[in-house]
């Protein structure tokens, strides 16, 4: 089986990170993913910080795995999270929409590992520079706020202007994509869309079909050019937040549509979810246990693997 210094790192079976995603990535997810040989993650999106206390907890009663937590650096309460975080002693934090530069010392000192989620090199040196343990570079075939960058060409620009540890994000969902993301020079990978459509996952059955049926072409970027966009599989929410960007709308109006669009999505509301997924919509036809799917991946990437010395072993 593929083993990579990133299971070293956080003490895990596979060379995975489960995506923290707002709304969605709960105790009940992160446990399943982490009880199955991942990297579980919970995702606090703009929670308070007893609620995070709340979500360790129940991980830590579905599994003895290690596991992290996902703190979106936007939110008033994100100190008093990585507080929470750093008492708790847990394994890894990812970051997001910001700068984890004011909690870097009171994580560092628990020994928690901070993974900085980032969208360009410029930021992957910035948080390099700050102490982080790893970056997770992700490219913008990402569901939710996306950058402007592939993965393709970010992932390689990133691992040659950093010498911490990378770890590739954004279209990837198979066996193919983690050995593709290894030879760019990752360690491992990040997904979120992949566990959108797992059993454990905690959102609708309206949105775990809109990602069984989607296509190559069920996704697009919300929002306003130039801001933060958001990539969600097209349907009457869709409509109308192009119906408002194509009129010229303000930011306040955009953000005021768009506003409760993804716990909509959550909750099965077709005419008001915002539901985020990635461009690997696509390739996701069946729901699984989140332990099954990855083992799935892994299975494929080995023969992969196998298939590309097969057939050009001997080429040099």
Do not use: W
């Amino acid at each position: 089986m593929i083993r990579t210094p990133l299971c070293d790192m956080l003490g895990i079976k596979y060379p995975i990170i489960q995506g923290g995603m707002a709304h969605i990535a709960e105790g009940h997810l992160a446990a399943a993913v982490s009880e199955g040989g991942g990297f579980g993650v919970i995702g606090s999106g703009f929670a308070d910080p007893e609620f995070v206390l709340e979500q360790i907890k129940l991980v830590r009663s579905l599994t003895d795995k290690p596991f992290g937590v996902n703190i979106i650096l936007e939110n008033p309460r994100a100190g008093e999270i990585a507080q929470v975080c750093a008492e708790e002693r847990i394994v890894a934090v990812t970051t997001g929409a910001g700068s984890p530069a004011p909690f870097m010392p009171m994580l560092t000192e628990a020994n928690v590992k901070v993974i900085p989620v980032i969208p360009h090199t410029r930021a992957a040196k910035k948080m390099a520079g700050l102490g982080a343990t790893a970056l997770v570079a992700e490219g913008m075939e990402s569901g939710g706020h996306v950058g402007k960058m592939t993965t393709l060409p970010l992932v390689p620009q990133v691992v040659d202007a950093v010498d911490i540890p990378v770890i590739a994000a954004g279209g990837i969902g198979d066996g193919r994509g983690l050995v593709a993301a290894l030879a760019m020079g990752a360690i491992g990978v990040q997904m979120g869309t992949f566990f959108l459509a797992t059993e454990e996952c905690c959102v609708s059955d309206v949105y775990k079909k809109y990602i069984l049926d989607a296509t190559d072409n069920s996704t697009l970027l919300t929002g306003l050019p130039g801001s933060k966009q958001v990539r969600c599989i097209k349907n009457s929410f869709t409509d109308g937040a192009e119906a408002l960007r194509k009129r010229g709308c303000s930011q306040e109006e955009m953000d005021a549509y768009c506003t409760g669009s993804l716990r909509a999505a959550r909750d099965g509301d077709s005419e008001r979810g915002g539901f985020s997924a990635g461009q690997i919509s696509g390739m996701i036809k069946e729901i699984k246990p989140a332990a099954k799917a990855m083992q799935d991946m892994m299975e494929e990437a080995e023969q992969v693997l196998a298939q590309l010395t097969k057939t050009y072993g001997n080429l040099r």
